[in-house]
């Protein structure tokens, strides 16, 4: 089954072409779903039925595991099952019928306009790494790409003259995302004056340095994040993806239209986008709530 799982997710890199951090998901979903079918005495894939992945996954609910978590165990399996099914490992597919547990759709957290302002106002840029973290917290509004697309933005990818940056998002699919005005200015001025104080070394490439003068970590951004959050007294939760969601959110309230987010964010379904109109929807309401006098 080891092997199996291997040939697996050799698959999914080379024929789809998947990001490095979901063949890991895929991987350790099969593992773990491999040590419970061990503990049941089953040591060939051929021998596993309905039954047994229904109690992997009711195993997994009684452990507390959130709803998402269940969901994505399941879809990896699926997956691994309809592998082994196209390659003549299995004839037939078990997990065929399995319902999928069902998730709840929670709303992603917005900023109002002016919970941006106060956030993106928080660097100072009189220092090189004020300048670096006004940049990264103006693209990444600006965009609306990744964290994980922003850290990993090369001093190439950005085009400041004709304003748009090159991101390379999941599954390596490269996409064209234009920039505002003050993005490219503030990207340009730390290009200029504050990455040449980091760079510790002349042949780093990546856009965003870190004080050690090396490319910029999720890790480290999620930092720098939290603490101008904090410091402009922005009281909503702050995640990594808080200004995604935000920038997706506000054009849409703006007459964005729906497909011309879709293609910024880089969603291969669009049913992932509207998620945002849900989200606009709810604001319209809080503001008919507080303006409308008979509301």
Not at 182 to 207: C, F, M, T, W
Not at 234 to 249: D, G, K, M, Q
Request: proline share 3%; hydrophobic share 40%; charged share 25%.
């Amino acid at each position: 089954m080891d092997m199996l799982i291997d040939h697996f997710t050799h698959f999914l890199a080379v024929e789809k072409g998947l990001a490095a951090n979901t063949l890991e998901s895929y991987q350790r979903d099969l593992v773990m779903y491999n040590a419970y079918l061990r503990e049941q005495g089953i040591s060939q894939i051929q021998d596993t039925t309905r039954s047994h992945i229904s109690g992997y996954l009711l195993m997994l609910k009684e452990k507390g595991r959130a709803t998402a978590t269940i969901s994505r165990n399941m879809a990896s399996i699926r997956a691994f099952y309809q592998f082994l099914v196209r390659d003549k490992h299995l004839e037939h597919d078990p997990s065929i019928h399995l319902e999928t547990p069902k998730m709840e759709k929670r709303l992603p957290k917005v900023l109002s306009i002016q919970e941006v302002e106060m956030l993106l106002e928080g660097p100072k840029v009189n220092t090189a790494p004020g300048m670096r973290d006004k940049g990264m917290l103006e693209l990444l509004y600006a965009t609306g790409i990744r964290v994980s697309e922003l850290v990993s933005l090369d001093i190439g990818d950005v085009n400041l003259d004709m304003g748009f940056l090159k991101c390379m998002g999941k599954g390596s699919k490269e996409r064209m995302i234009p920039l505002g005005s003050i993005a490219i200015d503030v990207v340009r001025r730390y290009i200029e004056q504050g990455r040449p104080k980091l760079l510790k070394q002349g042949n780093d490439h990546a856009l965003f340095l870190n004080h050690l003068g090396k490319r910029m970590t999720r890790q480290g951004f999620w930092k720098i994040i939290k603490k101008y959050a904090v410091q402009a007294g922005v009281r909503a939760e702050i995640t990594p993806h808080t200004l995604r969601h935000s920038f997706a959110t506000h054009l849409l309230e703006n007459g964005a239209d729906l497909r011309s987010v879709q293609e910024m964010l880089g969603h291969a379904d669009i049913s992932t986008t509207q998620i945002y109109t849900h989200v606009t929807k709810t604001r319209i309401k809080d503001v008919y709530a507080k303006s409308h006098p008979r509301a």
